[in-house]
DNA sequence: TACGATACGGAACACAGATTCCGCTTGCCT
DNA sequence: AGGCAAGCGGAATCTGTGTTCCGTATCGTA
């Protein structure tokens, strides 16, 4: 057993964390898991040497900020739970994701991420699909869902739209018309046959 | 003017090419783009050197997979055109696209491609782009698609379909549910509300 | 069969980017 | 103010991969 007894970070040392962890926030949303860690050094104005004494490796550094988005949009999610209208609550949760994941290049990479390791889950992670399982189970006893959905279809979709919310498209902002096709296709209206499998 | 006389293939050398190409589709599809040339070289049981004899640079054996994929589509889609029932031929397509992007990682990966360099288009991707316009022309005409649906937005779709192809689901083929849902969402009676932008 | 041009294999090289190391600086405590 | 552990910067190192090079093997032709 080490001892694990972190004692509270000297005060330059806090601030530096912060620095690292919104320059690394800035980076990685905008060029994706494979921006450099000098370039995340650089942007926080601090020696890559402090980046690591922090997180003591690049990807230990992007799952802390994977995690962090996840407990964001799971927070949001949780406070539409208390709305009556589960089908717009969901839909306003698929946005809100959406405006998340599409702002995220990392992000949404991570989550398209299929061949890496055994699929590792957060606190938020597990919440939003609570959560969200718990909005569309009532969606569709509202008999506004399509019934033949799960929470499994759900990660799929939305990692469809983060990862489709770089092409290059006429209008900027694509992922919107994207996520409104795909949400149109889960009312319960749109099922014409039921989805294979 | 260099002189491009490209005169024909030793046997042998046209032998190895196949192989390498066969060996490329293989190693990209299951890997990704970040598979190594020393994995193609090997699958194809050849050396690198004979890879790069053949292909000057990585990228160019992605661009030459990448095309033919497209083309293989095209070339499908196309046969496509003589159906009575323009939505119907236009779900086909989207299916037979379906089955071949989530089937090849490098693929998808390729689609999906924001950052790099300014998107190439190759003979079978324009042609993907005239014929599978031309159906959803005919199935807005027929009332089956609804209106507001641009070509621009397909590949955007179909990509979002390939990157999440790879997540896990406890249904392999994961994709099919997915893009049934989309295409259940581009019916004319699904369109609630018109599509932003 | 012999010869020259083609093609091949794979070790060696080059480069990019993650990670380490260590002398120097700074915050905290007495 | 002084001492020293905690932190810092950033050059140096290590590693994984794309790419090149060149001696050798093979093909096609006379």
């Given at each position: 057993m080490s001892e694990v007894i972190d004692r509270p970070l000297r005060a330059d040392a806090r601030r530096n964390r912060e620095r690292v962890l919104s320059a690394a926030r800035e980076v990685f949303a905008e060029?994706?898991?494979?921006?450099?860690m000098d370039d995340v050094a650089r942007r926080a104005d601090v020696g890559v040497g402090t980046v690591y004494r922090h997180f003591p490796t690049k990807d230990a550094l992007l799952t802390a900020l994977s995690d962090e988005m996840f407990a964001v949009v799971a927070a949001h999610v949780r406070t539409l739970l208390?709305?009556?209208?589960a089908w717009e609550a969901f839909v306003q949760a698929m946005w809100f994701s959406g405006e998340k994941t599409a702002g995220d290049r990392a992000f949404s990479e991570i989550m398209a991420a299929?061949?890496?390791?055994?699929?590792r889950t957060c606190p938020g992670q597990e919440d939003l699909i609570v959560t969200v399982g718990d909005l569309m189970a009532r969606a569709k006893a509202e008999g506004r869902?399509?019934?033949?959905?799960?929470?499994?279809?759900i990660p799929l979709l939305m990692c469809g739209v983060g990862s489709a919310s770089g092409m290059v498209h006429?209008?900027?902002?694509a992922w919107r018309r994207h996520l409104a096709i795909i949400l149109d296709g889960l009312?319960?209206?749109?099922?014409c046959a039921p989805l294979p499998d």
């Open positions: 060029q994706g898991r494979d921006a450099q208390a709305r009556e209208d299929s061949s890496d390791l055994p699929p869902m399509r019934p033949d959905v799960t929470i499994d279809d006429p209008s900027r902002q009312r319960a209206e749109a099922a």
